[in-house]
């Protein structure tokens, strides 16, 4: 039996046969695979045939079903014109098709993104554009400069918090158009609920009804393909076409209602969409400037609008596509840097074709990878069914209830919300649902922005708490000429542990008989900062008065260096010990 | 040889037999204990006697002939008329007395304190007395919540980047009055030394004369002293006091040089501090409201004024009285509670006599403990010194030139910082001097508050950093049956390393051969939060699905509830071996 260390292993297995090719021909490969790992279409396309061919416009079509029913309502969640939601999954499907790496992975509008977005639309809607061609570059930039790690620094509790929030806020501000209300809504979760209790009755009859058939229909249909898949038999596979189009047949369910309304009470009882911008956005630099009514705002006016805190929305977006694709990888291995480029490029391409910020969806990434979809390439028969729709469809999109949008967005939101995982930290870790109910208050009442801002600086004090409390194991060894105080040292001492660590030698030696000898062992101490350094020092110039007996054991040369630094007669305290801590040899040796 | 932990020692040598005495005088002993801790007046004055009387006189006056001085010159860092530097030694000499627990410590203004109060004396200088009140409300309340602890998140690299950069700021500031220039001087470096730039030609002759023969007096009177104390024959005494007094010695001088110029050329060739409040400040509360010119400001509009930034001041006050009773503790043992308790009451008492705020001294303290201070009644005779002064003496103090003060101040800006420390992180830590230079730079021109907050942040960011690359052992033991991939976890992993513990988990494996055995060994691992925990689970997740062998070595019963929860199938993988890690048997069981 052998114990070999995991990189031994390495290089035994595959490196060294590597290593005799010439330098050249490891040049060119490794030029042609850093290549195909940042184009990852010259990978695939190559492979491509028939029956991927065949699979991909299935789940592209499947997939296009649901993400023109919820781009409109996420263009109206972020209070733009229902064409944006459209426009936003245009260019990306061209895009993703050539930088994506995941087969699965569908970018687009999200709610989330959406309801960031919400608050810049009421100055103008060019600010929506304009984001998406700055988040773009920052999303971008972070990946070429391999900063996604940055995401690893907010936690699941914050994540969630912030989640259900978002969902909060963005069903609350649904409530409007579910109910038929007049009056405004509300970009925040507060005036969203009191605009509510203070119009409710206003309420009209005919959007509540449909609203609620609305939900209503979308759980039957989402149970209705339980238990079925496309690759069942016909009935069966029918069944799972209808459940994963569900959005699609709501929306088309309301138009028909609208439309049988309109014919037979010769007026339009529910509030419906109306006029829709038809045809295909034209084509142009982003907008870095805006003028809204008698108000122009120049780029730096703009930038101003945006502040420091709108650098949340490029990191939820990092965020959302990142989660997605390690959800949908293969192996559980992602390449970050590779998916924050694909979406980071989505993003300023899309800003030419007016398109609001857009990342990976999870709904639609689910659906892609259960309708079958074999490349990325699927993502461009979703686009072209979205350029026919814009094309020829927005005078039927006419007729879309506003309410069947709302009950589509609050069964979505409703949906989004992990329900479990408040039970599992009450049980489990009442500090992280401490961190989590911060970050949703915060979230829903001073913003989305500063809740995530909020719950990582939780996580940071949590953290910082911590680490001023490292575990100090002290043994006492009672041996026949003195007493021995072994005091051993946890691996990492930062400087908010270095009262502890003060604290504890002292408290060891309090007790302990006068001519005693203190051990430190800092045999598995790694990494120690000047603060604790000193304090440690200043203690032992004070136990020197004292003529107490210190030894410093095992101290790593930069740490022994870093403490004679400090405190230079100390230097023959330091002793080492190759065998296992031998403690009454020591005593013997020091006195 | 027994080995026994540090508690069982304490209980075995002094517990047991307290604990047979009855309930009642046990409580009986604390709440005297407790009283003579809070009120530690009452511990030493049943003792006091003569000798005591006759040494604490001495070092009161010495330190007196000090302060007076030194108050003075921070009333003129502060931007207040001189006689609030002497108020601010009234009240502390009385309410030290009663709750000081250190015989050296000496409470009153610091250089860093008044520069902190500098940029709100501009408004009115009832700001300075209703900070000194406020500052110690917050002291006052943080000693009593046992919040001292908070002063340990700031560490060594911030303090000295903090200290250096008001140093420079005060210092700086005294360029105008130490070359006699016209024009203002300015709260900020920059501001400082571009108008010192701009009025160098306005320089006068004997300002810079007098200041430059004051720095080099205090020079030579330092010098004088070394070698010599109190306790020394004749001679040496007499160069001791002098040194000592060194302040004083070079402001009398320069005293006297302004009056034999004034008779001489009939003149006032040097600028004075002039008239100075005569006499004791009324008594009364602080100023809840302040009137300025033509403007008024409420309590509220004060408060605003000074901002949530302003609490960097209590914070430092509670960090310089900490600092200097830890380094004047005997043992080490310091009673922080109690120290925060003093200075938060000197500060609200003092608020009633006008005092600015105030907190430990570092030269003060180190000169009455040199003057031989016996317990704090040494603080009262200080006290009525000042008052005497205030009383007499103002008519004598008009003639103190602002050159002597800007000589002084300088001095003690120069001697205040540690030059030591800048090549000792530079050897062993360049890191912690990156933290201190950010620190610093911050704190110069932005404000020495921002500074504090951009330094802690950048420690945060290090610590998160550090806490998010934990250190995981992976060794391989070749088997004849199958290869056993140990990963032995460390002791604390948090949500920022859920990451860095995927990775680990996902290299040891690539490798590996298909039907190896991972044991995850998590004897060490104390805290997993809920984030490392579900990306653990789901990483076994997968290879459940691939089938891949995974054990779970002696997981803590608390995290091992935690992982289930997330996924209930792993539950029959975790095992318990109390014996040192029998790998093989291990892995004939699971195999």
Redesign the interface.
Known sequence: ??????DQ??NH?GATSVRKRKNVSIKKLCNEKTLKKRVPILEWLPKYNLVFFLQDIIAGVTVALTAIPQGIAYAVIAGLPPEYGLYGSLADGFVYLIFGSSKDITVGPTAVLSSLVAKYTGYSKDFAVLSAFLSGIVILLMGIFHLG?LV??I???VINGFTTAAALQIAAAQLKAFFGLQGSSGLFFAESITNFVNNIKTAKLWDPILAILTVIMLCLLKRLGKGCSRTDGCSKQLRWFISMGRNAVVVIFGMFVAYILKITTNSEPLKLIRDIGSGLPTVGPPPFSSTSGNTTYSFTDMLEVFGPKSLVLPLVAILESVAIAKAFAV???VDATQEMIAVGLCNIVGSFFKSMPVTGSFTRTALNNASGVQTPAGSIWKSLIIVAALSFLTSTFYYIPNASLAGLIITAMYNMVDYEIFG??W???KL?LMVMLVTMSVSLFLGLEYGVVAGVAF??VI??Y???KP?VV??????DRSDV?NLIL???L???A???V?KAI???TE??VPDSVLVIDGSNL??M???VA?NIM??IK?FDK?SRKVVFLNFKQ?LM??CI??YPKAENKFVYSTKPVDL?ELLIKTS
Do not use: W
């Not at 039996?1 to 995991?6: C, E, G, P």
């Not at 002290?474 to 041996?479: H, P, S, Y």
């Open positions: 039996m052998t114990i070999i260390t995991i292993l390495k297995e790690f690893n620094f936690s699941t509790p192996g559980g291995r599992r930290f049980r489990n870790s992280e996580e940071c953290l910082l911590g680490a001023s575990k002290v043994n006492t060894v009672k041996c105080i946890g691996n990492s930062s400087y908010c270095a009262e502890h003060r002292l408290k060891a007790y302990a790694q990494r900062d000047s603060t000193s200043h203690l004070d004292t930069r260096k870093m630094d400090i009454v």
